[in-house]
């Protein structure tokens, strides 16, 4: 018997062996897993010189200022925030087909809904295996590169910024990079940045198709060069009593589309040892969505009411140019500009936002290798339609404590 069950053992390895010929298994690794925890604790101290909405006091997006005088109150605020602290962890397990890598991260900075507080705020959620990635991460219709080393939270108003749900396929990587993804077509996020249209009584959002995405990127020691594109399809809808009488009878009183699409150049030029010029410009219609401030993707064409009024994708242009500079190993400043300007159309409202435009210089002290302390002074102004415009001057100082261990 003991010999029979020998016997039967040797044959189901034998039959193994035939099957997987001499190819290692398939996750035999071929590397060494990693898991890596990592994050900051930091405070940020917030001298506001004007006024904002209050849920947004802790940054400077300037299409938060008012262009109604007191609107939200006395001109000048102080605050004291830790919602810019940020906790991630991040892995990766080595296959005999390529490595897996996922991460996931968040900060406390509350938006949407949960604007104002002090709460989760998902970041990165994704996982990352031979060409493909799937889950949420910078879209690739940004360059996260350009980003500069401010303080303030939110940062540029005039650069693509947004960490959206996506499949995305990488066949080309090295110094060449080409990239194509589908992303998430819904709301972003921030309740300010919602694809719906504009002044259009009773409209909502119809997102029949994922947005399309892709980037080609070329980098070297001198810094790199993206181009990335973005094809979308926006629609609304308009829902009320399609049979008027004393019974309400719900359904889609109106629906209508557009095409959005545009284009995003960008560039980081290294300079010296560690300075580099960080810039970007984008243009394309229905976008808003995926700037990091200001605008609406869509409106009506005319005055709601009219019964020709059809959705229009409304057309934006954003320019971000920093300078970050390090005077020592000690000491770093970052200094730029940078807008948002919609050209609106003739059905969105008078106090509809226009232009956004956002400055900002700091000084930066690292007296050891994961402490900083930073002052920054912002200055942001917003235009409406109308011509109405504020605009708002403020100071903030950071205190930054960096933590991390790989197991």
Known sequence: MIHQLKKSAVTAIAAGIALTGTQAPLFAAEGEKSFEVYGFAQLDYIQDFGRVNPDWEDTLRPSRIPTDEDQYGDDGQAMVSVKQSRFGVKGTLPTAKGDINTKFEFDMFGVGDDAGETTIRLRHAYGEFGQFLAGQT?????????????????????????????????????NQTFAVAIENPGNDIDSGQYREVADFPGAQGDQELPDL?????????????????????????????????????????YDDDDTGWGINLTSVVNLFERDAIRVGIVYGEGIASYMNDG?????????????????????????????????????????????????????????????????????????????????????????????????????????????????
């Open 213 to 253: 995405t892709a980037h080609y990127r070329l980098k070297g020691d001198w810094g790199h060069v993206q181009v990335a594109g973005i094809l979308r399809w926006i629609g609304t809808e308009v829902l009320g009593d399609t049979d008027p009488g004393p019974d309400t009878d719900l359904g889609v009183l």
């Open 138 to 174: 910078n879209s690739l219709f940004m360059d996260g590169d350009i980003f500069p080393n401010t303080i303030d939270y939110w940062g540029p108003a005039g650069m693509v910024f947004l960490r959206n749900p996506q499949i995305r396929w990488t066949p080309i990587k090295g």
């Open 295 to 407: 605008g609406m993707d869509a409106g009506p064409d005319r005055a709601p009411g009219d019964p020709d009024v059809q959705i229009e994708a409304v057309e934006l242009t954003g320019v971000s140019a920093y300078y970050d500079h390090w005077w020592n190993d000690q000491w770093s400043s970052a200094a730029g500009y940078s807008f948002t300007k919609v050209d609106n159309i003739d059905g969105q409202t008078d106090d509809t936002f226009k232009k956004g435009q956002y400055a900002s210089a700091n000084l930066l002290y690292y007296p050891v290798e994961n402490v900083m302390v930073g002052a920054e002074l912002l200055w942001g102004e917003r235009e409406d339609f109308d011509g109405d415009d504020g605009d708002d001057t403020r100071v903030q100082i950071s205190f930054k404590y960096n933590f991390g261990s790989t197991l």
